[in-house]
């Protein structure tokens, strides 16, 4: 396979793999935050003059230094991958599906800034001809292809073989480049890489479009030796992968790994031909995918500075990865599993769009204003830097910087998913895959019979589904929306709202299905249902969609709310009075017990009666064997330790007081405990529970005193235990409690 072919595999993606994203209504409150962010962050680099400074310093903060990624965001507002966009829109010339060939193309006052740029990067001492510094000549790279392919006034030719060939000049044996020269300092590879990869978009630009043969050919030989460079950077970053980890470290030679420099070489080796398979690419994929960090770069980057740098060199690597369309292998990690499956206790994980508040520098908005949005490390990336903007549309790094203009670009490159202008012509029929309408298939670089496009859609003949016939009014809607050809119909999804009660695993969630009777009339066509999210869902309400697709591919969808309800009373694990200490035959210490679980409340509301009267459970209380007074019944004495009426007495477990009892036992040790003694011929505990969602249950345990001999009733208990017998009934709350009455071996006693 060529190299041009590998490095295909990794762009894809973003000419299909994000419409169907971009294109749900759904989305519209996040699409539209992102938007307004995109656009805030474009003005503040106007509002500094950021296009046309003539700051030339040394320093970290010169804006000069900045140039060529100020362009770069000119240059991708729209943050779509799959739409074109640039200083004229359509860089090959053909019309779009509205009739038009400037689609998202500059205005006039931003295609003067863009200009300004350009004579920047032409003139500036950090531009093109200011000798090799690996930074500016990789943004600056990147820059120039876009503008170029997009239309671009300027010619470029010279600058850009004067940057291609310091780059090329100033490689080290093993392909790496240091600040201004050869080395193997990985931390400015990855930029020299990323220009050398959008300047191959430009080459192939001039062999379509220069009227100069000798420009046609000198590009075709200069593309050729980029190819081989890529490659070769690819090859050492795969050789030097830390054996420990399998991340990279700041010098492909050391051993010491962080988040910048990996997600660096995971770029890399895909600019280089590598796909989403490789074990090169695997073991950084691992790194990234058990690490996974968005908030902060600690504890995997000592340069605090390096932080918005990673965030844009990680997120072109999974925005290549997700659109390739290569399979990934089972067991295989991908941009799917960030923020799902960390190995350490200090990852990030994955937002929850449905709980997520709108972030305060976009306006307000309660938990769920992005509610429909995807979740992923776009979403997680994209909102926390949506937070970091200042009210002039400054992104402010909160590890510090070198450079705050080129810091504010990444962010923004970040939010636009902008892959620096890499391009790569997969079929190799000189296109670059973002501008060909059949980026997979070969059909030649002419708007011809072999570049046709019969049906207007955006979608050339030999790779479109329905060639004769456009559905609906999305560039790309018979292979991005599987809507079928007329001789498939599509099938119908129905839903239904679903109301399920919580699971009693402790989880306190629940699935359901949303499906409410999908269907598709063809004859033969069986379909298929997901939803997402796929559950299970949390305790209240979830906005869930299903899809459903039919066996030609033809899909349709539809929303329900799932309802996860807690209807399960808190279940009694055990209810009794447990002996303390000695007992009497007629008397003795007892401690209430009650124990309780619940399915969601890790602590309900309990509250318990022995003969009627209120105690607390834990508590410590006396009971006494005695036939009830006829009068007054059965009795309860409270001890305050003064009066005798109230308040707690401070008796220990084992002391004597004979205040309640007037007597002990044979060894002279007390049975008298706590504040509360009962007296009656028997004994009856009740406990009530409710969880936070008003479930009610209760229980009762009658007789449970194991001293009890020959009491005034004629009960007899001759045995020092027995098993406690717990009554347990759960029932949903009622308005009505009788605790005064209860019934013991045949008998009423009133309390």
């Not at 962010?37 to 500094?48: F, H, N, P, S, T």
């Not at 070489?265 to 796909?275: F, Q």
């Not at 923020?339 to 709980?355: A, C, E, F, M, Q």
């Not at 036939?627 to 401070?650: A, E, L, Q, T, V």
């Amino acid at each position: 396979m060529k190299i041009k072919n590998f490095i295909f595999i990794t762009i894809l993606a973003l000419v299909v793999g994000f419409a169907g994203n971009s294109a749900k209504a759904s989305q519209a409150n996040f699409d539209a935050d992102v938007n307004a962010a995109i656009e805030a962050g474009v003005q503040y680099l106007r509002d500094i003059d950021a296009f046309a400074s003539t700051q030339d310093t040394s320093g970290h903060d010169g804006i000069s230094k900045a140039t060529g990624l100020s362009l770069l965001v000119l240059l991708e507002k729209d943050p779509d991958p799959g739409d074109p966009e640039g200083y004229d829109g359509l860089s090959d010339g053909t019309e779009d599906t509205n009739g038009d060939n400037d689609i998202n193309a500059l205005d006039e006052n931003d295609k003067d800034l863009a200009n300004d740029a350009v004579n920047k990067i032409l003139t500036g001492s950090y531009g093109a001809f200011g000798g090799f510094y690996a930074y500016s000549h990789g943004e600056n790279m990147m820059a120039l292809s876009l503008y170029a392919r997009t239309g671009g006034p300027i010619d470029v030719w010279a600058a850009m073989n004067q940057m291609v060939n310091d780059s090329l000049g100033n490689a080290s044996s093993d392909g790496l480049w240091h600040y201004h020269g050869p080395g193997d300092d990985a931390s400015t590879t990855q930029f020299v890489d990323a220009g050398l990869a959008a300047s191959l978009g430009y080459y192939l630009y001039i062999e379509n479009n220069s009227p100069v043969a000798a420009r046609v050919s000198a590009a075709q030989t200069i593309k050729n030796t980029i190819n081989t460079a890529l490659a070769k950077t690819a090859a050492t970053y795969a050789t030097y992968t830390n054996p420990a980890d399998g991340g990279e470290g700041y010098t492909v030679k050391n051993t010491r790994s962080s988040f910048q420099q990996t997600a660096s070489g995971l770029w890399c080796e895909l600019l280089g031909g590598l796909d989403i398979n490789n074990q090169y690419v695997q073991r950084k994929m691992e790194f990234l995918a058990t690490r996974y960090k968005y908030t902060t770069n600690w504890p995997h980057d000592y340069w605090a500075q390096a932080y918005f740098y990673y965030l844009w060199s990680s997120s072109k690597a999974y925005n290549f990865i997700e659109g390739a369309g290569v399979p990934v292998a089972s067991g295989n990690f991908s941009p799917d599993d960030l923020g799902v499956s960390g190995l350490y206790w200090w990852v990030d994980s994955r937002r929850n769009p449905g709980t997520d508040t709108r972030p305060g520098p976009r306006g307000t908005g309660a938990a769920g204003h992005y509610a429909d949005t995807t979740p992923g490390w776009y979403y997680d990336y994209a909102y926390f830097l949506m937070g970091r903007q200042q009210p002039g549309g400054y992104f402010s790094n909160p590890r510090g910087s070198w450079n705050t203009t080129a810091d504010h670009c990444y962010a923004v490159l970040v939010l636009q998913k902008a892959l620096g202008g890499a391009c790569a012509d997969g079929d190799d029929d000189g296109i670059c895959n973002e501008e060909d309408n059949c980026p997979a298939v070969a059909n030649g670089p002419n708007d011809t019979d072999d570049q046709g496009d019969s049906d207007g859609d955006g979608v050339g003949n030999v790779c479109d589904v329905c060639p004769d016939l456009p559905i609906g009014n999305d560039p790309h809607p018979d292979q991005e929306n599987n809507l079928g050809c007329p001789n498939n119909t599509p099938p119908v999804a129905v839903c239904m709202d679903a109301i399920v009660s919580a699971s009693t695993d402790g989880n306190c969630n629940a699935s359901a299905s949303i499906d409410g009777g999908s269907y598709d009339n063809d004859t033969g066509d069986s379909i298929s249902l997901s939803q997402d999210p796929p559950g299970p869902y949390a305790l209240g309400d979830t906005l869930v969609t299903l899809t459903v697709t039919d066996t030609k591919g033809a899909s349709d969808s539809c929303d329900a709310t799932v309802t996860v309800v807690d209807d399960i009373c808190p279940t009694f694990v055990n209810v009794t009075l447990q002996p303390v200490g000695k007992q009497k035959k007629k008397k003795g210490c007892y401690t209430v017990v009650v124990d309780v679980v619940d399915n969601c409340d890790k602590n309900p509301t309990v509250t318990a009666w022995l003969n009627g009267e209120i105690v607390d459970v834990g508590e410590d209380v006396t009971l006494q064997c005695k036939k009830p007074h006829k009068k007054k019944g059965c009795r309860m004495k409270i001890d305050d330790g003064n009066s005798g009426r109230s308040g707690h007495s401070g008796h220990k477990h084992g002391s004597h007081d004979d205040r309640n009892s007037g007597s002990s036992d044979d060894d002279g040790s007390s049975v008298d405990c706590g504040t509360k003694k009962f007296e009656c011929d028997s004994f009856t505990l009740t406990a009530y529970a409710e969880d936070a969602d008003g479930n009610f249950c209760n229980t009762s345990v009658e007789d449970e005193t194991t001293f009890v001999r020959d009491c005034p009733d004629g009960n007899s208990h001759d045995h020092d235990s027995h098993d406690h017998g717990i009554h347990r009934g759960n029932k949903k709350k009622d308005n009505h409690h009788d605790h005064g009455k209860h019934k013991s071996e045949g008998k009423s006693k009133k309390h």
